[in-house]
C-alpha cells in the first residue's frame, strides 16, 4: 500500500504536517527536556538538558516501534519554488539509513506548503518516504537531529539557506500510529486507536504537559 493510500484508509483527512495532536483525537503531545533550560551561565548550551530530550525521544520511539514493525518514514522538505529543480532529499536518507540499498526505493510526491497562505507563493513541499524496518536506521542519530533543529548541535538534518528545516515523521503501519518530535521541546504520537497509546499514557504520563492533559484523558476517554 502506497503512503497516500495508507493515510487515506488509517488516517482519513490528516495532513502529515507538524501539530498532528491538534488534527487527531487519538494522541498524546509530550513535552521534553521539561524545567531544565536550553542555555547556562549566558550563552552556553546546557548539554545535560538535550541529553534529557534525547532520553525521552528516544525512550518513546523503542517503545512505539520494534524490530518487526513495518515503518514508513517521511520526510517533509520545504523549499522555495525557483528551486523546484535542484531540491533533494536532504541528508536523512544519506546518513540517517543503515541500509543503503534501500535509497532505490525511496518515492517521493509533491504537497501543499504547510505553514501559512503568506508563504504559499514562494515555498513549496516535496514528501520523501521510505518503507523500512527499524534495523535499517540509525534510528538514534537521526532522533538527535531532529531534536536539534533550533541548536548548533550535531547530527543535523539537511536545508538550504532560506528554507524551513525539514520535518521527519515515524509512521508505524504494523501498529497505525505515527510519532513526530517538532524539536527539543516536544514530540506528538497520534494513533488509529486509543489501545495502541495507552500503554505509553500511562508509562509517560510525567511528561504530558499540564495544559494539554484534560483534553488528551478527554480524547482517551479516561473521563
Known amino acids: 500500500m502506497e503512503l497516500r493510500d495508507y493515510l487515506n484508509t488509517f488516517f482519513p483527512g490528516l495532513c502529515l504536517q507538524p501539530s498532528l495532536f ?7 503531545h509530550f513535552e521534553l527536556g521539561e524545567g531544565i533550560y536550553q542555555f547556562k551561565d549566558g550563552n552556553r548550551l546546557n548539554i545535560d538538558r538535550f541529553e534529557r530530550v534525547y532520553y525521552q525521544a528516544l525512550s518513546l520511539f523503542n517503545d512505539l516501534f ?38 532505490l526505493k525511496l518515492r517521493q510526491k509533491a504537497s501543499p506548503f504547510v505553514f501559512g497562505e503568506e508563504d504559499a507563493e514562494e515555498y513549496d513541499t516535496t514528501q520523501f518516504y521510505l518503507k523500512c524496518k527499524k534495523q535499517d536506521l540509525n534510528y ?14 550535531k547530527p543535523k538534518l539537511g536545508r538550504k539557506n532560506g528554507s524551513y528545516y525539514p520535518d521527519v515523521f515515524f509512521i508505524n503501519i504494523s501498529k497505525n500510529l505515527i510519532f513526530f518530535i517538532y524539536d527539543d521541546r516536544g514530540c506528538e504520537v497520534i ?9 505509553l499514557y500511562k508509562e509517560y504520563n510525567g511528561w504530558i504537559p499540564e495544559y494539554d492533559r484534560e483534553e488528551i484523558e478527554r480524547n482517551l476517554q479516561l473521563t
Open 22 to 28: 491538534i488534527q487527531w483525537d487519538v494522541g498524546i
Open 66 to 103: 520494534s524490530e518487526e514493525d513495518d515503518i514508513y518514514l517521511v520526510t517533509n522538505v520545504y523549499f522555495y519554488k525557483r528551486d523546484r529543480k535542484k531540491i533533494k532529499p536532504t541528508k536523512v536518507y544519506d546518513r540517517f539509513l543503515k541500509n543503503k540499498h534501500l535509497k
Open 140 to 153: 538514534l542519530l537521526l532522533i538527535k537531529a531532529a531534536c536539534n533543529e533550533d541548536f548548533p548541535l
Open 191 to 199: 494513533a488509529n486507536k486509543k489501545e495502541a497509546i495507552m500503554p
